[in-house]
């Protein structure tokens, strides 16, 4: 168990559309998700913290009106990039961490998704 | 301040032994985690250490010293398939604990053979 599955695995969109990430846990509920983004080379950079039903929590520097972050169920939360830009496009990943005890130590990471924005 | 620091790039042979450091200085402390990440995918879990000591698992073993602000992942019988990023990455207490993890930069390893 503890699959994360992400929707869609790579979308090329225009410069000022909006695209919508998904990302559930499939065999697990999860509280808390976490969103990343990974840079080519670099290692992943934790833009926001996910929590079902509660606003989302911005690390410093992450617009929240542009990374727009719904976590409505306790197996998907959504990442919205608003009016993306080239300067956008990276790989983001979510994570998630499984409310049970047992598991709750890990996070368990989505196969990604690359965007690229023309 | 949060640092997390890794060596950039490593290389060894099939076959042999690498460890791989990682020193951290966060605010607050509440585990240290290695994953493995191969070009394109995300990042598959390989251990976790939150106490002093060594964690094995299979060719893999991990190591945490709190006071030192220092750990390592230690592979032992290298196989081509090892070639990987790794990082290594701190989990900080959130409110509400929600443990955040914050990365280091990654060590690209490459196995020759």
């Known amino acids: 168990g503890a699959v994360v599955s992400q929707h869609p695995s790579w979308v090329i969109c225009k410069s000022g559309t909006s695209v919508k990430i998904e990302c559930r846990s499939l065999?697990?509920?999860?509280?808390?998700m976490f969103w990343y983004r990974q840079f080519p080379k670099q290692s992943l950079m934790l833009m926001a913290t996910?929590?079902?039903?509660?606003?989302?929590?911005?690390e410093q520097g992450v617009e929240k009106d542009k990374f727009l972050i719904n976590h409505a169920s306790l197996t998907l939360s959504t990442l919205t990039v608003t009016s993306a830009h080239p300067e956008d496009s990276s790989f983001y990943i979510c994570s998630a961490k499984p409310t049970d005890r047992v598991r709750g130590n890990e996070q368990f990471f989505g196969p990604g998704t690359r965007l690229t924005v023309l | 301040g949060q640092n997390i620091d890794q060596p950039t790039e490593m290389t060894a042979t099939e076959g042999a032994i690498v460890q791989i450091n990682c020193t951290y200085q966060t605010s607050g402390f509440n585990g240290l985690f290695w994953y493995q990440q191969h070009a394109g995918e995300a990042p598959t879990f390989l251990s976790y250490?939150?106490?002093?000591g060594l964690e094995e698992k299979g060719r893999f073993s991990s190591f945490l010293s709190r006071s030192k602000g220092y750990s390592y992942l230690l592979l032992k019988e290298l196989q081509m398939k090892d070639s990987a990023s790794y990082l290594c990455a701190v989990r900080e207490l959130g409110s509400g604990n929600t443990g955040k993890l914050i990365f280091g930069q990654g060590t690209t390893l490459q196995v020759k053979p």
């Open positions: 250490n939150v106490l002093d």
């Open positions: 996910s929590n079902e039903g509660s606003k989302a929590t911005y």
């Open positions: 065999d697990f509920q999860a509280t808390t």
